[in-house]
């Protein structure tokens, strides 16, 4: 058992607290289908990346912020069966309010959908896509959910599925753990999991969290 201290966690939400990789990939399908985007380089470079990000390079001759809200039409409404993770729930019922916070490349009502449709609790800090700040691969993300929670980076574990989103929590100074089999290990990485179901938390002492892997 490999047990990490911190004193905040950092999550990301599609494909790490939220099994909802079909329903982007059912999202991107029909927005390509309408637009005659290229579907496989929409997938090459979307994961983990907010969609403004992706659509402003397959597509920069369409009008942006009508297209994002298109797209956030198809996320809302495709039929993916998306679900927590496994142990998701479970994790995130364990750690106090003010140690953990949301960081996603999805805009803010995509993350309340998602949260609501998997009876999760949302975050009284969530980091979500925005106009005008960097996403991920940039570590502005990670640093702005450690900065809402009072934390410096280093203090920080984030939990991650993609390699965007791995790069921008180790260019943050976060460490990091794996969720799935994606990204590679490197230094900054210290683990690999495929879901919630064999980790859990607990408080260490009033100050420091203890994630158990």
Same mark, same amino acid.
């Given at each position: 058992?490999?047990?990490?201290?911190?004193?905040?966690?950092?999550?990301?939400?599609?494909?790490?607290?939220?099994?909802?990789?079909?329903?982007?990939?059912?999202?991107?399908?029909?927005?390509?289908?309408?637009?005659?985007?290229?579907?496989?380089?929409?997938?090459?470079?979307?994961?983990?990346?907010?969609?403004?990000?992706?659509?402003?390079?397959?597509?920069?001759?369409?009008?942006?912020?009508?297209?994002?809200?298109?797209?956030?039409?198809?996320?809302?409404?495709?039929?993916?069966?998306?679900?927590?993770?496994? !142990?998701? %729930?479970?994790?995130?019922?364990?750690?106090?309010? +003010?140690?953990? #916070?949301? &960081?996603? @490349? $999805?805009?803010?009502?995509?993350?309340?959908?998602?949260?609501?449709?998997?009876?999760?609790?949302?975050?009284?800090?969530?980091?979500?896509?925005?106009?005008?700040?960097?996403?991920?691969?940039?570590?502005?993300?990670?640093?702005?959910?450690?900065?809402?929670? !009072?934390? %410096?980076?280093?203090?920080?574990?984030?939990?991650? +599925?993609?390699? #965007?989103? &791995?790069? @921008? $929590?180790?260019?943050?100074?976060?460490?990091?753990?794996?969720?799935?089999?994606?990204?590679?290990?490197?230094?900054?990485?210290?683990?690999?999991?495929?879901?919630?179901?064999?980790?859990?938390?607990?408080?260490?002492?009033?100050?420091?969290?203890?994630?158990?892997?």
């Amino acid at each position: 058992m490999q047990v990490i201290v911190a004193s905040a966690i950092l999550f990301d939400m599609d494909g790490t607290l939220v099994d909802s990789n079909l329903c982007v990939t059912l999202a991107w399908q029909a927005w390509c289908a309408d637009t005659g985007a290229d579907l496989d380089e929409v997938m090459r470079i979307c994961h983990g990346t907010p969609s403004r990000s992706t659509i402003s390079k397959v597509a920069p001759h369409l009008d942006l912020e009508y297209e994002i809200a298109r797209l956030e039409d198809f996320v809302r409404n495709v039929d993916g069966g998306q679900k927590p993770m496994p !142990g998701a %729930a479970e994790i995130l019922a364990s750690l106090p309010p +003010d140690r953990w #916070a949301l &960081v996603t @490349s $999805a805009v803010e009502e995509t993350a309340r959908f998602r949260f609501v449709h998997c009876h999760l609790p949302y975050p009284r800090v969530a980091i979500t896509a925005q106009p005008g700040r960097p996403g991920k691969p940039a570590p502005d993300p990670f640093l702005a959910g450690a900065a809402a929670l !009072g934390m %410096a980076p280093a203090e920080c574990v984030v939990f991650e +599925d993609s390699e #965007a989103g &791995v790069q @921008s $929590a180790l260019a943050a100074g976060c460490r990091v753990v794996v969720v799935g089999n994606g990204p590679a290990l490197r230094p900054g990485v210290l683990a690999r999991i495929q879901d919630f179901a064999c980790v859990r938390v607990d408080m260490q002492d009033r100050l420091k969290i203890a994630i158990h892997l």
